[in-house]
């Protein structure tokens, strides 16, 4: 049982930056494994935000979310990243890390979720 593990959200002005990190539990040894983002503010469903395949870096991501948003693994450290730049109030949700043997990686369709971390972007 894979058990993932977020941090680094937190309060910021618009325009501002945070990094988010995610920590998985254990090696995702398979190659198979994606690690994603999605996001769900209130009232909202849960959106994709940013996934990495973790065999070979390939990155995807939501249209909110290109340009600003960068996704990156460091796979010594079972770790993945959101780098989040030129953050927006419309930005503010709870960010969940996921990861999972998946075909589409907009779909959250992922095995494993973090607990989520709040990101809160003020005007």
């Known amino acids: 049982q894979v058990q993932l593990v977020e941090s680094g959200g937190g309060l910021v002005q618009a325009g501002g930056s945070l990094r988010l990190s995610c920590a998985a539990s254990e090696p995702l040894d398979s190659g198979l494994y994606t690690m994603g983002w999605f996001r769900q503010a209130p009232g909202k469903e849960r959106e994709f935000v940013a996934a990495?395949?973790?065999?070979?870096?390939?990155?995807y991501y939501a249209d909110s979310a290109k340009g600003r948003f960068t996704i990156s693994r460091d796979t010594a450290k079972n770790t993945v990243y959101l780098q989040m730049n030129s953050l927006k109030p419309e930005d503010t949700a709870r960010y969940y890390c996921?990861?999972?043997?998946?075909?589409?990686?907009?779909?959250?369709?992922?095995?494993?979720w973090g607990q989520g971390t709040q990101v809160t972007v003020s005007s």
């Open positions: 996921a990861a999972g043997v998946v075909i589409y990686v907009f779909r959250a369709d992922y095995q494993y």
């Open positions: 990495v395949r973790w065999t070979d870096g390939s990155t």
